[in-house]
């Protein structure tokens, strides 16, 4: 179990050099917020000063800062560790009118559990004896609420997911025990609902030998913050660097051109940014690169259902802008929530329409499933292992 250690042990090598409040896109649409000032309350004993601020609230933990610092100040947990101690102290949630309040309140009911299985498309084939677990996530959550309001893709994802597996030839376990991955808990500072989340989903996960997930906060979450939180060991993979490793052609009869946009959390926090480009590339669409790309992507504005206020609104429509002016067709989205956020700023009448089509990774992928080669040489060269 990871060891507690002081807000400002994470921040203790920053001298202040402010290159961390250039690289913030929420100090470009909200005057006052720097990452630089929330490190100098730190280091010059205002912790408490900070804590009664909304700055620790305000924070996308994008890691954008954290990615340019020269000292390696680790700013995203120093803001995870300033929620918790502000919760912990009895302090308010900021930004606690917001939707995803609900989904947190609903989520954090231990004995929530959907029956995922159940709401699987019937073509999609599935094996509770794998070796192979598709890790789905609150997808089947978030369809409930946001198909009918924004048009998100919600069990499209999943039954995509679970089609593209078939298509190299794995029948994926699925879960009904499993619970939330305890994303948004971990990172609102409720880390014992988190640790309740992963103990209770370690006992089922331990068992596979691959974890597959279409959601970068899972993906996250379960590779990193289990191990390194609760000492959970497990081989998560994304489903993007699973499928690139046995995928050698898409056959395409209607190649597009596509924009992708790198989430935070499968970019920044865990360096995937060749696997999805290659899967498009290999399905052979035109990847068009927006302005702001991979380690220098936008942010969609918003990170465990925290911020969703018309400051990171302002966020969203620089992104969405960016995406319309490579002239792509589409963009695609690796994570379910990115998508939810893009699609509600276009759903929205009083911005701008946004002419360009938002779809999964997955989505695009599956159109072309009969289209799938896969890479005999690797999987023989497997076989002789």
Not at 336 to 360: E, F, N, R, T
Request: hydrophobic fraction near 35%.
């Amino acid at each position: 179990m990871a060891q507690e250690i002081s807000i400002e042990d994470f921040v203790r090598t920053c001298y202040q050099c402010g290159i961390c409040s250039g690289a913030c896109p929420k100090a470009v649409v909200k005057e006052g917020f720097l990452p630089r000032k929330m490190v100098h309350e730190m280091i010059t004993g205002n912790a408490e000063r900070e804590l009664a601020s909304d700055d620790a609230w305000d924070c996308l933990t994008c890691m954008n800062c954290q990615k340019k610092c020269p000292m390696k100040v680790d700013f995203v947990n120093m803001v995870r560790e300033s929620r918790r101690a502000g919760k912990s102290s009895g302090g308010k949630i900021a930004h606690e009118n917001t939707l995803g309040m609900d989904f947190y309140n609903i989520l954090k009911n231990a004995n929530v559990t959907p029956r995922r299985k159940k709401f699987l498309a019937k073509d999609t084939k599935t094996d509770e004896n794998s070796d192979v677990l598709y890790f789905m996530g609150c997808v089947s959550y978030f369809d409930i609420i946001f198909k009918d309001d924004v048009g998100f893709e919600g069990m499209d994802i999943a039954d995509n997911t679970i089609r593209l597996l078939n298509a190299v030839g794995v029948e994926p376990a699925v879960l009904d025990e499993e619970k939330c991955c305890g994303h948004d808990q971990y990172w609102r500072g409720d880390t014992e609902t988190f640790e309740e989340f992963a103990k209770h989903n370690a006992a089922f996960l331990k068992k596979y030998k691959t974890i597959v997930t279409a959601c970068p906060e899972c993906y996250r979450t379960l590779g990193v913050e289990y191990k390194e939180r609760l000492g959970i060991d497990l081989n998560v993979l994304h489903i993007s660097e699973f499928l690139a490793e046995k995928i050698s052609k898409i056959e395409n009869s209607e190649p597009k051109k596509v924009t992708f946009h790198d989430s935070c959390r499968l970019g920044r926090f865990m360096d995937v940014y060749d696997a999805p480009r290659e899967l498009l590339k290999k399905a052979g669409h035109d990847v068009l690169e927006m302005d702001k790309t991979k380690e220098e992507a936008l942010c969609c504005g918003v990170s465990a259902f925290v911020n969703c206020d018309d400051e990171n609104k302002k966020i969203r429509q620089r992104k969405m802008q960016d995406a319309v002016e490579t002239g792509a067709e589409i963009m695609v989205t690796p994570c379910p929530k990115c998508q939810i956020h893009l699609k509600c700023l276009q759903s929205d009448k009083s911005a701008d329409g946004y002419d360009i089509k938002i779809v999964d990774l997955t989505t695009l992928l599956a159109e072309n499933i009969k289209g799938i080669k896969i890479d005999s040489k690797k999987e023989d060269n497997k076989e002789r292992e």
